[in-house]
């Protein structure tokens, strides 16, 4: 038996079912019942159920692509913050040109980066990679912050309107996993894009937001 | 028709001064609640998780939980000296132990979580009310949790069992006992008393505390759900 309506805004300790589903996020079982661990929304999907947060902090996960600031250096390694509750590390074996002495020349403090997800422990420490195709040093564009539910809505299967935006402008757009998104075109360009993003940050649960967002694009970019 | 006990304060036994809650009220927390009740007003800020730089005091297999209870100089009638003294270093700790049982802290390793509770105005009962707003500054946070905890306080005033005492009936009543209560598997997380009670008074006493937690639990549940729907 279902206790609470799909979608349905539930709190910590909410009982959600006593049938046999697996556990998804934010879920825990105690005497055969789930409950919710967190203030967030219920999906009972054909197996299982979840609770997705509202308002959540990006969680590292191998492979994952992401935009971060590198915080100090030390004789091994940079400390990079990735917008999570942990920070980064990434060694200096990474560098392709192992006989530069001078690593300044090449990473610094407040530098932003596109790296890759190399690694992550059972302690959550995050190892991040440079040496793939692609990643690397930032040397012009605009970064701007989002909430996490944005950039799931961009990235997962409505990934097609990053790169209709793409085609309609002709600018570039990386959507980092830990919610930062590198904006790089023409300025005039630019501010149409960050307001599509902000309109889908303040409403990213919004029933049918898909087309709304097509419509915006097609009244504001192409025209 | 028997009339029944009013209390000083134009209360009966088992009713709880007027309560406001609100949830979401500082801007720079991840998580915050403001509550008023009676003449109480506190205000509960939550930070983190977030890594912790002194390794030394973090843990490996969890988040370190770290509250502070402060009273503002102005909260009492008489000027409190400012600054942690023994009242707050305890209730602190207190306050800190009686959460800890209901939060996955195994989910956070090597972070803490600050909790930070600020007694603007006091009129009794500021341990209990700091507990209720911590638990809802943690669920606006978002931190993951078995169960809200909520907590009032019974006492014994002139041979009577009464809940949520006001500062008057805790220094001149004869007993006084604080409760924080797991309301969804009713668990005791918490628990004080001063003064003398006797086994059958006890038990009522533990009763009527049951009830204003669980009437308690209502309100936050109310107060959470209200800034959702403002959304």
């Known amino acids: 038996m279902l206790f609470v309506e799909q979608k349905e805004l539930v709190l910590p300790g909410t009982l959600l079912t006593d049938n046999d589903y697996k556990l998804g996020r934010n879920t825990f079982k105690q005497k055969d019942k789930i409950y919710s661990d967190i203030t967030g929304l219920a999906y009972f999907n054909s197996d299982n159920v979840t609770v997705i947060p509202l308002n959540y902090k990006y969680e590292p996960q191998y492979g994952d692509l992401i935009i971060g600031k590198v915080l100090s250096s030390s004789y091994s390694s940079w400390s990079i913050d990735l917008n999570s509750t942990y920070n980064g590390f990434l060694p200096t074996t990474e560098l392709y040109d192992k006989n530069e002495q001078n690593l300044s020349s090449i990473i610094n403090v407040n530098d932003k980066l596109l790296l890759r997800v190399a690694h992550v422990d059972e302690i959550k420490r995050v190892k991040l990679t440079i040496r793939s195709q692609g990643l690397g040093k930032f040397n012009q564009g605009v970064i701007i912050r989002v909430k996490q539910p944005t950039i799931h809505f961009l990235s997962e299967e409505n990934a097609f309107l990053a790169s209709m935006i793409r085609e309609c402008t002709g600018s570039d757009i990386i959507i980092g996993k830990n919610g930062l998104i590198w904006i790089n075109g023409r300025s005039e360009e630019i501010e149409k894009i960050i307001k599509i993003i902000e309109y889908i940050d303040e409403r990213p649960f919004q029933h049918n937001l898909i087309k709304s967002v097509q419509n915006i694009i097609a009244t504001k970019l192409i025209i | ?231």
């Open chain 2, 1 to 231: 028709m028997t009339t029944e006990y009013v209390r000083e304060d134009g209360r009966l036994f088992n009713t709880l001064r007027n309560m406001k809650l609100e949830v979401g009220v500082l801007n720079n927390a991840d998580g915050s609640a403001y509550i008023e009740c009676g003449n109480n007003k506190i205000i509960v800020g939550v930070y983190g998780p977030k890594e912790l730089y002194s390794k030394k005091h973090a843990k490996v297999d969890g988040a370190v939980l770290r509250c502070k209870y402060n009273m503002a100089p102005f909260a009492v009638n008489e000027r409190k000296r400012p600054g942690p003294d023994r009242r707050s270093v305890e209730i602190s700790k207190l306050i800190s132990e009686a959460i800890t049982p209901c939060i996955f802290l195994e989910k956070y390793p090597r972070t803490s979580i600050d909790l930070s509770i600020e007694v603007l105005e006091a009129e009794g009962g500021t341990r209990c009310l700091g507990i209720v707003g911590a638990s809802l500054a943690l669920a606006d946070a978002e931190i993951p949790m078995k169960d809200l905890i909520s907590a009032c306080a019974v006492g014994k005033v002139d041979d009577r069992i009464v809940l949520d005492l006001s500062e008057k009936e805790d220094k001149e009543g004869q007993a006084d006992m604080p409760i924080a209560i797991l309301p969804r598997t009713n668990e005791i997380t918490f628990i004080q008393m001063d003064g003398h009670l006797s086994g059958e008074e006890f038990d009522e006493a533990l009763k009527l505390a049951f009830e204003g937690c669980k009437f308690i639990y209502e309100l936050q549940k109310q107060a959470l759900i209200k800034k959702h729907e403002e959304m």
